[in-house]
């Protein structure tokens, strides 16, 4: 059974661009989270796919959005990148079932992002 | 809202003494809480949750944690330090029996002295 994987680990962006983080979810999982670590302080929830669509998302403004596809797999893209998203960005993969409970809530090691 | 407070962003302690880091969290409803221990460079690992069973719960590595209403705390202890506890620890709250879309703590680094 693989776990959660992130790609890629590190990058550095400039101000202004474009970035695309990608999850694999863990096997059998169909819902994924992601978060933002800034350094030093607590993850902070962005959104949550199940099934293709988001159902949850946090206090991030629109240029924070997220796809997930068929098998599961996620990406975040963050749009007119900004110094302040310099973060460890975390996903995290979990079951859930057709009475909206959920099992293994797995988190992945993280992209961290540095925007210059 | 829902929120949680870590008092201690740095506890030290010797091998072999008690660990205990402390949770205070606000919610309107009944909350779900849980424990991440992160090692560096590394994700987060569940160290234990309650779910509104027993007040007090058992996890991983020897933690335990005990839930209590009347204090809205929900501290982290461990009887016996190990070198190897050193990380850094999130408490976290959920309002949905789901346990995901968490709302974390700033975090306490724990730092182990031989």
């Known amino acids: 059974e693989t776990g959660v994987t992130q790609s890629p680990t590190h990058l550095i962006k400039t101000r202004g661009q474009q970035v695309t983080l990608r999850c694999s979810s863990q096997s059998g999982h169909n819902t994924v989270s992601w978060y933002q670590q800034a350094l030093g302080q607590g993850p902070q929830f962005i959104f949550q796919y199940y099934r293709e669509e988001e159902n949850g998302r946090g206090n991030f403004p629109p240029r924070f959005s997220g796809l997930q596809f068929p098998n599961y797999s996620s990406e975040l893209n963050v749009n007119a990148l900004e110094l302040d998203d310099s973060a460890l960005y975390l996903c995290a993969s979990s079951s859930t079932l057709s009475g909206g409970q959920v099992y293994g809530y797995t988190f992945g090691s993280g992209t961290r992002l540095t925007v210059v | 809202a829902q929120s949680v407070t870590q008092l201690g962003s740095h506890v030290s302690v010797s091998e072999g003494a008690l660990v205990l880091l402390r949770c205070n969290y606000s919610s309107s409803v009944p909350p779900y809480l849980f424990w991440y221990v992160q090692y560096p460079n590394q994700g987060l690992q569940l160290l234990l949750k309650?779910?509104?069973?027993?007040?007090l719960v058992k996890g991983i590595n020897g933690f335990e944690a005990e839930f209590k209403k009347s204090e809205t705390s929900f501290h982290l202890t461990k009887p016996s330090a190990h070198m190897s506890d050193a990380a850094e620890y999130f408490c976290a709250v959920s309002l949905n029996n789901a346990g995901n879309m968490l709302t974390f703590g700033g975090g306490t680094r724990l730092m182990v002295k031989p």
């Open positions: 309650y779910t509104s069973a027993a007040t």
